[in-house]
């Protein structure tokens, strides 16, 4: 409820008894004219002056109300598989820090990426819609947000700061997803190894140009979006974080080098790298990377947690990796399977009980559960649930059905089964696997089940892409150029980690 303090309730009491003193003007006024000149004049003034006193009250107000809002941090980890951190059952010890922050959140065990390919699942998250409802759709850096309003538009209409520091460069400008950040920072430096034509950023530096930003004065909350890129390959952790990691080398065959980036039944070959070619050794350097994020996500959590201010954080990725399922090595993008869908997903936020829930959840849920316990308006459309609403009434999520598409494949999650659809076929594939480690996830058909009514009708969903403006295109190209060009891109170097 408002209050008001004593000197504006006086100002009211003023104005409403100059109210009254015009009145018995009026009624005493001789002649008609000059009465309601009077009247008029001095009606003026008051309202003027009640107007001019009291709205920077009125501002004040929502401008206070603005200021209690809490901060906001999405982390999106790419490529991480959850079977990985030990807080999903991993005992690798590559996690310690997101370990810790699970133990103080409410840990989502079934989570699902709209996609198994960067733009497209980000764009979910961004927008709350499916991927067929969005005008990325299933498509990677060719195509772009058009119009549709995203979480930091939101925030940044309710008030917020807004700043987002991305390590992927089919996350730049060109597709979209800047909408709504007052600072978008997608400066990449470094050269991906084995394709000189890809940049990326590490976890140290956007973690370094993270905490610039956020040791800023500023009056007004801020809602942040780090993305990391470090676990997508080719896996090359710094050497002390490769050090930290030694998984139990099973006795197995190397795997065969091949010449293109699939991964059937062989190392893909940007994953390629000098060294062991073994599952096992390639798991390791995986799991090196996740130590490297796990660190720096840590000196960003501790230094947020120095702010003294309630902040919601929640952690997820934009899909997984296979390692082996159905013959697919170090690889996504090209199936719908819990190998390359299923995601970590860890909600903190003032209030909320630390927990495990086994209900399934998805990227749309991403922006209205944000935004919700930020007390602003969920945009309408969104598909997404606002999460805090059902674990603050201790009430099991909803049985529903959530979708994974690539285009020519897309499957409906619904409970602990998944049924794939191949486009090119119209043919399903039910399948039933465990939740509890995606690696054994297994094939037995469900008997003879058909596809459901909401999967058909999201099949039915007519798509409307956006396709990436040229101009931007070749802009965003051609600083990378002059990046490279003034030494800033050391193309084909090696080591390119510290
Ligand atoms: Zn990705």
Redesign the pocket.
């Known amino acids: 409820m408002m209050t008001f303090a004593p000197q504006k309730l006086t100002l009211i009491r003023d104005h409403v008894m100059f109210e009254c003193m015009i009145r018995r003007i009026a009624r005493s006024a001789p002649r008609r004219r000059i009465k309601s000149m009077v009247i008029r004049r001095l009606r003026l003034f008051s309202t003027i002056a009640f107007v001019v006193i009291l709205t920077p009250f009125f501002l004040s107000c929502s401008e206070s109300k603005v200021h209690e809002r809490p901060n906001v941090l999405l982390i999106t980890l ?2 991480l598989r959850p079977d990985f951190l030990g807080a999903y059952g991993s005992s690798a010890g590559a996690s310690p820090r997101i370990d810790e922050f699970a133990r103080k959140s409410v840990v989502f065990e079934r989570a699902i990426a709209a996609s198994p ?2 733009v497209p699942s980000h764009a979910s998250i961004m927008t709350s819609l499916w991927v067929r409802e969005h005008s990325v759709g299933w498509v990677n850096g060719s195509s772009r947000i058009n119009g549709e309003e995203c979480l930091a538009d939101v925030f940044a209409a309710g008030g917020y700061d807004t700043a987002a520091f991305v390590g ?1 460069m089919l996350l730049g400008t060109p597709v979209g997803l800047d909408s709504g950040f007052d600072l978008y920072d997608d400066e990449l430096r470094d050269t991906e190894a084995n394709r000189s034509n890809f940049v990326e950023r590490q976890a140290d530096e956007s973690t370094e140009h993270a905490m610039r930003w956020l040791a800023e004065e500023r009056e007004r909350p801020w809602f942040l979006w780090m993305h990391y890129q470090d676990a ?1 390959g080719p896996y090359i952790p710094p050497k002390e974080h490769a050090a930290a990691i030694q998984l139990e080398i099973a006795d197995e065959a190397p795997l065969p080098v091949l010449d293109k980036n699939r991964g059937k039944n062989g190392i893909p070959a940007y994953q390629v790298r000098p060294g062991s070619q073994t599952p096992s050794a390639y798991a390791e350097r995986y799991a090196g990377e996740i130590h490297f994020i796990d660190a720096w996500l840590g000196k960003l959590l501790r230094a947020i947690g120095e702010e003294n201010r309630n902040t919601i954080i929640l952690l997820t990725a ?2 997984g990796e296979s390692f082996g399922e159905e013959g697919l090595w170090f690889s996504h993008g090209f199936r719908t399977t819990p190998d390359q869908v299923h995601i970590p997903f860890i909600l903190q936020a003032p209030g909320l009980e630390p927990t495990r829930r086994s209900g399934l959840v998805h990227h749309v849920d991403v922006a209205p559960t944000l935004i919700g316990l930020a007390g602003l308006e969920v945009p309408h459309g969104s598909r997404g649930l606002q999460l805090a609403e059902w674990l603050e009434s201790g009430q099991s999520l909803p049985t529903r059905t959530v979708f994974s598409d690539i285009g020519t494949e897309v499957s409906a999650y619904r409970g602990d089964h998944f049924v794939r659809a191949n486009l090119h076929q119209r043919e399903s594939e039910p399948r039933r696997f465990s939740w509890t480690s995606t690696r054994n996830w297994s094939v037995s058909p469900l008997s003879e089940k058909p596809l459901s009514r909401d999967f058909e009708l999201y099949l039915e969903i007519e798509t409307d892409f956006a396709t990436v403006d040229e101009q931007s295109r070749v802009e965003h190209e051609l600083r990378m150029r002059q990046l490279q060009a003034l030494g800033y891109l050391e193309a084909g170097e090696e080591e390119v980690k510290p």
């Open positions: 790419d490529t390919r960067t992927n997508h934009d899909h």
